[in-house]
């Protein structure tokens, strides 16, 4: 919801500041002046500031009472997200499936849990997740405190019996009481399975990339090479902003894989939630923020290169065969939207004892 409301008022920003041609300037042109002679200014395009949106960093979900609180539960949860002690056998914390050094994500196609079994999905990235509509492949949990309770408790990820056991691990591991004192203050037994997931959820709300394509869209257009540029131009007019639009070029919508050509997949989809025929094989839209950091692609994690996916993106969502060149331009542009973490926000904090 939050995207659209930002295009829309991106949209009207557009359509009230549009300015008119400007005027041919009576200065004569023989006589330039020498910063203007070295780089010539490059428009950035009003449509493509009206169809993307600014990448920003949230508040909590349960706001503290002061800034001094909000950085309480930020700091717990960056503690909590790499603490293996959430898990049965004491070694799988989330980082183990979404390090922070990998931008957020493990470079496998499936992830194994704490007795190496693996499931059936890619581990999608943790950046910039906070931003999409809902959170999984198919969109179970709808933000990221709700999803930060699953894995804890998921047999074959970190293996937990109940939430109980994990508020009673929490309460032995003396170090975290004042943690928990400090980010959820005046109640009187802190160390809840909930609190847990909002302080987790608070952090993942500040793992948000800008990258130079921001910079871009704010209205320098040299941040982006006339190459990037270019791939761009072809992401727009080949259609793949249909679904890959908004501040996390993706995240705002579900569709299903195979939308013009069919897909071979297994994996039903959002079927699975909603139990519609309709949702068969549908997906939540993946952001594309680092995308070239983030492979292998698609749910189950089976095409490896970029390259492919975009070429098998085009093909099946859309019905077109792009070429070779055409696709490593789109991929060029891909690659402008690797960005960079808040300082700080990798950083393994000294865990509690
Ligand atoms: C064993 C590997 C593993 C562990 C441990 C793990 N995850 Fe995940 N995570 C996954 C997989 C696989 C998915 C996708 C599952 C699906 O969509 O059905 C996922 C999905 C997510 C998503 C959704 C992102 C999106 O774009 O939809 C978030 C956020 C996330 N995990 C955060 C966490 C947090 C927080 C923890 C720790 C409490 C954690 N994960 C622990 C493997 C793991
Ligand atoms: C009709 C909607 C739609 C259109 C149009 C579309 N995509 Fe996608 N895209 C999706 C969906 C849905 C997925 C998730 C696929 C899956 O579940 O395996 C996806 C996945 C991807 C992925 C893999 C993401 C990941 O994390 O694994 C890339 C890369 C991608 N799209 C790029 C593109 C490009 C480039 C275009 C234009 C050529 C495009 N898409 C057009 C809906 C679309």
Not at 21 to 31: D, G, I, M, R, V
Not at 40 to 58: K, R, S, Y
Not at 108 to 136: C, I, K, M
């Amino acid at each position: 919801m939050r995207l659209f409301s930002l295009l829309l008022v991106l949209s009207a920003c557009q359509s009230s500041t549009e300015t008119p041609a400007p005027a041919p300037s009576p200065t004569p042109a023989a006589e330039p002046t020498p910063a203007a002679a070295a780089e010539p200014v490059v428009e950035v395009d009003p449509v493509h500031q009206a169809m993307f949106g600014t990448l920003a960093p949230a508040a909590p979900k349960v706001a503290g009472v002061s800034p001094a609180v909000n950085d309480a539960q930020i700091a717990l949860g960056q503690t909590l997200y790499h603490d293996g002690r959430l898990s049965i056998n004491g070694e799988i914390s989330c980082n183990s499936c979404h390090r922070l050094d990998k931008f957020g994500q493990d470079s496998e196609p499936t992830s194994p849990g704490h007795d190496g079994t693996r499931g059936g999905r890619n581990s999608p990235t943790v950046l910039n997740a906070s931003t999409h509509v809902a959170q999984f492949w198919d969109g179970r949990a709808e933000d990221v405190e709700a999803q930060a309770k699953g894995p804890i408790l998921n047999p074959i990820e970190m293996g937990m019996p109940d939430e109980a056991t994990v508020v009673a691990a929490l309460g032995a591991i003396d170090g975290y009481a004042p943690l928990f004192a400090a980010a959820f203050p005046d109640t009187e037994a802190p160390i809840t399975y909930d609190n847990l997931a909002n302080a987790i959820g608070a952090f993942e709300r500040t793992l948000i990339t800008p990258s130079r394509f921001d910079t871009y869209l704010a209205g320098d257009g040299s941040a982006l090479t006339a190459e990037e540029r270019a791939g761009l131009d072809l992401f727009v007019s080949t259609g793949c902003t249909a679904c890959h639009s908004g501040a996390g070029l993706g995240g705002s919508l579900y569709m299903k894989l195979g939308l013009v050509t069919p897909y071979e997949t297994e994996d039903i989809g959002r079927m699975e939630v909603t139990g519609l025929e309709s949702d068969r094989h549908v997906f939540k839209v993946p952001g594309l923020r680092n995308i070239a950091e983030t492979g292998p692609y698609f749910h189950d994690g089976s095409i490896a290169t970029l390259e492919e996916a975009v070429i098998l993106m085009a093909n099946h969502q859309l019905g077109k065969n792009l070429s070779v060149e055409e696709a490593d331009s789109i991929v060029t542009f891909l690659k402008a939207l690797t960005g960079e973490l808040p300082e700080g926000a990798a950083t393994v904090p000294e865990m509690p004892s």
